[in-house]
């Protein structure tokens, strides 16, 4: 926690729905974003995304000013944003299967 009792959390870009978590962050803890101050809704965990605003099912999620991926499901203000809830729009260009194949 800051000294503000704030979670610490980083924008990357003003036109990012979600903020990363500088620190473990449990439910309940709240961090402000420019006069916003957003309640966690669940644990979440270091480096992980938080939306900063409701993001709605096929809406995409933005980081670095970029698309990253897009809500599998309804997200709230303050949810916690991972792969339980979103999917990628990076390539999968490595499998486990490969990496297995590949140490033989």
């Keep these: 926690m800051s000294k503000s009792g704030m979670a610490n959390v980083?924008?990357?870009?003003?036109a990012d729905n979600v903020v990363v978590?500088?620190?473990?962050i449990n439910a309940g803890a709240s961090f402000e974003v420019g006069?916003?101050?957003i309640p966690v809704q669940s644990d979440v965990a270091l480096g992980h995304?938080?939306?900063r605003q409701d993001i709605g099912v096929d809406d995409k999620i933005l980081k670095y000013g970029a698309p990253i991926g897009r809500a599998t499901a309804a997200i709230p203000m303050g949810g916690h944003v991972h792969?339980?809830?979103?999917?990628?729009?990076?390539?999968h260009s490595h499998t486990e299967r490969q990496g297995l194949e590949d140490e033989a």
């Design 83 to 91: 792969i339980h809830n979103i999917e990628s729009d990076y390539l």
């Design 10 to 14: 980083i924008l990357l870009s003003a």
């Design 35 to 37: 006069d916003a101050v």
């Design 21 to 24: 978590a500088c620190e473990q």
């Design 49 to 51: 995304k938080i939306a």
